[in-house]
C-alpha cells in the first residue's frame, strides 16, 4: 500500500509511444466522444482491460466444471455480471462471456457526458462537456460536475438541468444553431495595363552644306 496522502496513478499508458494505429484510433476516440484529451481514452482501456482479466480469470476457474453455484467464484462472477448490468454496458440477459467482447466505445457511451447529448441537453458533444463541468447539469437532483461519471442503468432518466441553472431545453432548442458565413469572393483584379511603346526617335535633319566664299 502506497502513502494515504500521496494521489497514485489509477490508469495504464502506453508501452510504447509511437504507435501510428493506437495514435490514430485513440485520436477517433478523443474527436468523437469530444474529449479533452487521450487521458479520458487511456483511463477507460485500463477499465475494459482490468474487466476482461477477472472475466477471464472467473471463465477459466468455472470451466474446470468443479465450481459449485455458491462458491466464492460463482458469487465474484455474478457481482461483476450484475455490477455492469446496472451501469448499462450488459444487457440484463447477458452472460459472463459477453465482457471479453466489449470494446471501448461502450464504456464511453455511458459516460455522463455522451449521455446529455444524446439526451438533447446540449447540442454537442464539446458544449455538453462545458454545461457539465460549469455546474449546469444534474443527475437524480444533485449537481454533476464530472463529465467522465458513469452513469447507473436507474439514473438516466433523471439526466437534466441543475434548478439553480440558467439554461432551460426551451431556451437551447430555441437558439438557432450558427450559421458558417462564407468570405464573399474577392473580386478579380484588372490586368495592368501594358507600358507604352517607346516613342520613336525624331530623325536628325541634315546638316546644311556650306559653300566656300569666293577668294578664299
Do not use: C
Not at 474527436?31 to 477477472?54: D, E
Amino acid at each position: 500500500m502506497g502513502y494515504p496522502g500521496k494521489s497514485k496513478k489509477i490508469y495504464n499508458t502506453p508501452h510504447h509511444p509511437w504507435q501510428k494505429a493506437r495514435i490514430e484510433e485513440e485520436t477517433a476516440l478523443v474527436k468523437k466522444f469530444g474529449l479533452r484529451n487521450k487521458k479520458s481514452v487511456w483511463k477507460f482501456s485500463s477499465m475494459l482491460r482490468n474487466m476482461r482479466g477477472q472475466a477471464r480469470t472467473l471463465l477459466g476457474v468455472i470451466g474446470t466444471g468443479r465450481v459449485t453455484e455458491g462458491s466464492h467464484f460463482a458469487r465474484e462472477a455474478a457481482q461483476i455480471q450484475g455490477k455492469w448490468q446496472r451501469l448499462g454496458v450488459l444487457k440484463e440477459d447477458s452472460k459472463l462471456e459477453d465482457i471479453l467482447a466489449l470494446k471501448i466505445d461502450d464504456l464511453l457511451e455511458r459516460q455522463l457526458q455522451t449521455l446529455v447529448f444524446r439526451k438533447g441537453f446540449a447540442t454537442s458533444m464539446k458544449q455538453a462537456r462545458q454545461f457539465i463541468v460549469h455546474g449546469h447539469i444534474s443527475v437524480n437532483g444533485r449537481k454533476m460536475t464530472i463529465p467522465s461519471y458513469m452513469v447507473l442503468k436507474a439514473e438516466e432518466d433523471t439526466i437534466g438541468y441543475y434548478v439553480g441553472s440558467s439554461i432551460t431545453k426551451e431556451m437551447l432548442m430555441a437558439k438557432p444553431a450558427p450559421v458558417a458565413v462564407k468570405a464573399a469572393p474577392k473580386a478579380p483584379t484588372a490586368p495592368a495595363a501594358a507600358p507604352a511603346p517607346a516613342a520613336a526617335p525624331a530623325p536628325e535633319a541634315p546638316e546644311a552644306s556650306v559653300e566656300p566664299a569666293k577668294g578664299e
